[in-house]
């Protein structure tokens, strides 16, 4: 699959293409015809008396100060040399390509006035596997990723640091081993390179993808766990969901219920007088069902922001307007909405992790589902981790957006924090995952304990590939591998397709 990047067309899924699966990438013809188009009246304006922001003046606080003519190609380069103070731990490989990706489309729209040599030269860095080393912190999401992605161009001029064929080298000898030159940037094409939301935007599409499959996934669990607990799956009925029919949570119910078809064990306590199931288990399609539906905004603001001009300033056929597109406010919201959402995700699994531990909970299994209770623990610590991973969540989702700090000497006084949102999300994520990872294995031990009876079919094609990387229990062990190979398996969608 190839990638045509035309300004208009990118999806997220394009983003895993590239960013993951090395997908080439290209420019249309169209593309290259309204980038042209647009650096002419830059070219013909940086030669002229009118000061242009970042063209022919300074930049943030110094954007009064006029540059002399002869200096405007040095302004570039120092832009992007000054703002790559960025610090911490590198991005990974995969964010630093999907920044790379986006980049280029912004730039193919035809509203930054760059040379198309400068957008070409991304691509040829995604194509010949240059990926430029980033460090995760620095940003503020004000006018844009402005640290990320002066890391990012220094490679393009053969300055800062490139991973090539598992090595970090030099960015121009990085360059040199791709069989790629450095280019100078001309007048606007620094400044273009680094204003703009593309560090949170790819951190967000890879993390979105990632957080629509713990959805997926979470469903299949709690399919698990309700049936391990003799629950009735008679509140996921269609007609309760159609009365309050929010899409997602729709979605849900009708998945639990075909999950949950032809289970022996319904049938084996069909006429039990319990009325209803706790919470966790009898809301679960408004729960879960709530994550798809902030899933689903979020794909929205991310899908248009893909195909944004975040430049400033913008080319507009003769003129060239300064406005503030880059500002990261509609990614950190959803970013922080994401945060969130998955952290009640992980809340309600954990929830249901210690109602099938927890004999003062659960009447039918032994307590913390072990063999010999009192000489053996059990996964009474499965559950103990699972609820520091949920502690750890809440913390991680008070929102970075409303956290604006003023930088630039007060000319850039109200900032989106996106990118910190970003990163946050990141861990979020991760910590999910294990939180499902660990309701899966609970969930599968007190099957195990159910035998002979079984779920449903489709249950057990989920049990038997829990089984497949994480052995019956026989006796205490540790569970820490246990709990990474289901995580792995969450990961690699081994839970989701069902």
Do not use: W
Request: aromatic letters at 2%.
């Amino acid at each position: 699959m190839s990638v045509e990047l035309d300004g208009e067309h990118l999806s997220i899924a394009h983003v895993r293409e590239v960013s993951e699966r090395g997908a080439p990438v290209t420019l249309s013809t169209a593309a290259i015809t309204k980038m042209l188009a647009s650096r002419e009246p830059v070219e013909r304006l940086a030669a002229g008396d009118e000061p242009i922001y970042g063209v022919n003046s300074g930049v943030g606080l110094l954007a009064d100060i006029r540059i002399p003519r002869d200096q405007l190609d040095q302004l570039q380069v120092n832009v992007v040399r000054s703002h790559a103070a960025g610090v911490g731990a590198p991005l990974a490989a995969s964010v630093v390509r999907a920044m790379m990706l986006i980049r280029a489309n912004v730039l193919a729209k035809g509203f930054s006035g760059i040379r198309p040599v400068v957008a070409e030269r991304l691509c040829d860095l995604l194509n010949r596997g240059v990926t430029p080393v980033i460090p995760e912190q620095g940003s503020v999401g004000a006018s844009g990723d402005l640290a990320p992605l002066a890391h990012m161009a220094l490679v393009l001029i053969g300055e800062g640091e490139a991973d090539y064929g598992g090595a970090v080298l030099p960015g121009g000898e990085a360059l040199a081993r791709a069989g790629l030159a450095p280019i100078e940037f001309h007048p606007k094409e620094g400044l273009s390179l680094i204003n703009g939301t593309q560090a949170m935007l790819a951190v967000g599409c890879l993390e979105l993808e990632a957080s629509q499959a713990l959805a997926q996934t979470a469903d299949v669990v709690c399919a698990l766990t309700l049936d391990a607990l003799r629950g009735t799956p008679r509140a996921f009925d269609s007609r309760i969901h159609q009365a309050r029919p929010h899409p997602g949570q729709r979605e849900s119910a009708a998945r639990l219920e075909r999950l949950l078809e032809g289970s022996e064990i319904r049938q084996s306590h069909i006429a039990c007088r319990r009325v209803q199931d706790a919470y966790s288990l009898r809301c679960v399609p408004q729960v879960h069902g709530a994550v798809r539906d902030a899933l689903a905004e979020a794909r929205r603001v991310f899908s248009i922001e893909l195909n944004s001009a975040t430049d400033n300033p913008l080319v507009f056929g003769e003129e060239i307007i300064s406005g503030g597109n880059f500002h990261g406010e509609p990614l950190a919201f959803q970013l922080d909405f994401l945060a969130v959402a998955l952290s009640a995700l992980a809340s309600i699994s954990e929830r249901r992790i210690d109602r099938l531990v927890n004999p003062a909970l659960n009447e039918d299994l032994p307590p913390f589902l072990a063999s010999h209770a009192g000489l053996e623990s059990g996964l009474m610590m499965a559950q103990v981790s699972a609820a520091s991973l949920v502690a750890e969540n809440r913390v991680l989702a008070h929102p970075a957006s409303t956290g604006s700090i003023t930088t630039s000497g007060n000319k850039e006084d109200f900032v989106s924090m996106g990118m910190t949102a970003a990163l946050k999300l990141q861990r979020v994520v991760r910590n999910t995952r294990a939180v499902l990872a660990i309701e899966a294995l609970t969930a599968a031990r007190a099957l195990d304990l159910l035998a002979p009876l079984r779920t449903s079919p489709v249950l057990e094609q989920a049990r038997t590939r829990i089984r497949g990387v994480s052995p019956p229990l026989v006796g205490d062990r540790a569970l820490h591998r246990d709990i990474a190979a289901i995580d792995s398996l969450i990961r690699e969608g081994g839970l989701e397709r069902l």
